[in-house]
C-alpha cells in the first residue's frame, strides 16, 4: 500500500475515533452512547466496500492512537501476515457483502455472489451457503429504510476551544495592486464563548487563503478539538484533513445544503455586515479592511457583552485557559504540501519546476515529499516514515566534477585553462600551447 493510501486511512480512523480522544471527562454511560452512534452509522471507508465499523475496531484504534503518544502515524494500516492465505468469512468480507447488496438490493443471491467474488470482496474459490448470505441480509434488515430524523436542537460546547466553526463569507471591493478586487472573509468563532479566534479577508476564496487564516487562529488561541466547516470544496482538501489529525483536531463537515449547524458564524457575519461593512466607504484597500477588521474584533466585538451568553467573549474564553492547548512550535511544518516522487538513478527528484538531489539509499524509491510553495529551499524527503532529511538543489557544474569509487565520493579540483598565444589554435610543427 502507498504511502499516501495510508495516510488517508490513518486520517479516517482519527475522524472516527476524534470523540473518544477526550473521553477522560466522560463517564461511562456517555463513552457507550458514543459508541453505539459510531457503530450505528454508514462510513465510505477507503479503500473497503464496508460501510460499517464494529465496537472492538473502533476500540483498538483508539486504543494504538493513545499508546503510540496521540500520534496520527499509529494510525497507519498495518500489514496483513495472512497475505494470500484463504480465510473463512469475516467482518470484512459480510460488511462488503451487505454494501454490495444496498447497491443492487433487486439481484439475486447468486448473482450478488458472483459480482462479490468479480470485485474481490470474497476469493474466487470461497464457497458459502445462499441460507448464509441470506439470513446475513435478513440480520441487517437491508429491505426496510428507516426515515432520517435529523436532530435540529440549539447546543452549545462546554468549554472553550471544544469546537470552533468556521466559514466563508463574500466582502466588498477593495483596490489591490491597482486593481478592483472581490474580497472574501474567512473567520474562526469558538462555539462556547462566541470570540473569534482570527479573521480576515482575502483576494482568493481557495484552501490556500483558508489555510493560511486558520494558521494564524492557532496561533494566537491554541488547538481546538474540533472545527466544524462547510462541505464545499473551498474545505475539502487531503493538506487540510492530515495537518488536522497530525495536530489532534477533529475536522467536520457539515451536511450539504445545511448551514443550521455553523448557525455562531453566520450570525456573527451578519453582524460585520452591519456593524462594520456598512461604514466602509468605496474604494478601500485590502490592507485598511483588514486593519478595520482587526481592530474592530479586538476593541469592540470580543470585549462587548454578547447577547446570548450575557458575557463578553474574552472574558468567557479566559475562564478556559487550563484547558488550553498551545500550538506546537513547528505549526507552519504540519500544514506542508505533500508529494510523492520516484529518485531516478541519478539521485534526483523534481518538484516545483526544480531538481534536487535525495541521499543514495532513495535510488529507485517512490518517496513523500513534504514543502512549502513559497519555500524550495526546504523540501524534507520521507520514507516509511521515517526522514531523510532536506533535500539539496542539484547543481550540475559541482556534479561533473564528482567521482564516486567503492563509497567514497571524491571531489576532482577543476582543471586549469589552456594559455593561448598568438592568433591561432593550432600551428605546423610548432607548440599548440604557444
Known amino acids: ?54 465496537r472492538s475496531t473502533i476500540l483498538n484504534w483508539l486504543k494504538r492512537y493513545e499508546e503510540g503518544g496521540r500520534r496520527i502515524e499509529a494510525l497507519y494500516p498495518e500489514e496483513r501476515q495472512d497475505r494470500g492465505k484463504l480465510r473463512a468469512m469475516d467482518e470484512d468480507m459480510a460488511l462488503g457483502l451487505i454494501e454490495l447488496k444496498k447497491e443492487i438490493p433487486h439481484a439475486s443471491l447468486p448473482v450478488i455472489l458472483k459480482e462479490a467474488k468479480k470485485r474481490g470482496i470474497i476469493p474466487s474459490n470461497f464457497r458459502v451457503s445462499n441460507s448464509s448470505i441470506y439470513r446475513l441480509f435478513q440480520r441487517y434488515a437491508l429491505n426496510e429504510k428507516a426515515p432520517e430524523r435529523i436532530d435540529r436542537r440549539r447546543f452549545e460546547a462546554e468549554h472553550a476551544n471544544q469546537l470552533w466553526q468556521s466559514d466563508c463569507m463574500h466582502g466588498p471591493m477593495v483596490t489591490a495592486q491597482g486593481k478592483l478586487r472581490k474580497s472574501y472573509l474567512f473567520a474562526f468563532i469558538d462555539d462556547h464563548s462566541r470570540l473569534i479566534s482570527h479573521a480576515e479577508f482575502y483576494l482568493r476564496e481557495n484552501i490556500q487563503s483558508y489555510i493560511d487564516c486558520l494558521r494564524k487562529a492557532l496561533q494566537k488561541r491554541g488547538l481546538p478539538e474540533k472545527l466544524y466547516v462547510d462541505n464545499g470544496p473551498t474545505f475539502r482538501s487531503h493538506q487540510l484533513s492530515f495537518a488536522c489529525a497530525s495536530l489532534g483536531i477533529a475536522l467536520l463537515h457539515s451536511r450539504p445544503y445545511q448551514p443550521e449547524g455553523r448557525g455562531k458564524i453566520e450570525r456573527w457575519f451578519q453582524t460585520v ?146 594559455k593561448i598565444k598568438g592568433g591561432k589554435l593550432f600551428r605546423k610543427g610548432g607548440n599548440d600551447n604557444e
Open 273 to 418: 455586515r452591519k456593524s462594520l461593512l456598512s461604514l466602509i466607504e468605496d474604494a478601500i484597500s485590502l490592507d485598511e479592511l483588514n486593519e478595520r477588521l482587526l481592530k474592530w474584533i479586538d476593541e469592540d466585538y470580543n470585549i462587548k457583552v454578547h447577547s446570548s451568553t450575557k458575557e463578553t467573549p474574552l472574558g468567557r474564553y479566559t475562564k478556559h485557559l487550563s484547558l488550553i492547548r498551545p500550538a506546537p512550535k513547528d505549526l507552519n511544518d504540519h500544514f506542508r504540501r505533500r508529494a510523492l516522487r520516484k529518485v531516478y538513478r541519478d539521485r534526483t527528484v523534481t518538484i516545483m519546476g526544480r531538481v534536487y538531489e535525495a541521499p543514495v539509499e532513495l535510488i529507485g524509491r517512490s518517496i513523500t515529499l513534504l514543502y512549502h510553495e513559497d519555500d524550495p529551499s526546504r523540501i524534507e524527503a520521507f520514507y516509511e516514515g521515517k526522514s531523510f532529511g532536506m533535500l539539496t538543489v542539484l547543481n550540475p557544474h559541482i556534479n561533473s566534477r564528482i567521482k564516486r569509487h567503492q563509497g567514497i565520493t571524491e571531489v576532482v579540483p577543476p582543471e586549469q585553462p589552456l
Open 1 to 54: 500500500m502507498r504511502e499516501d493510501q495510508k495516510r488517508e486511512i490513518a486520517v479516517f480512523r482519527f475522524g472516527v475515533i476524534s470523540p473518544l480522544t477526550g473521553i477522560a471527562r466522560l463517564g461511562k454511560g456517555q463513552k457507550e452512547a458514543i459508541l453505539r452512534e459510531l457503530t450505528a452509522r454508514q462510513w465510505e471507508i477507503p479503500y473497503s466496500g464496508r460501510t460499517y465499523i464494529s
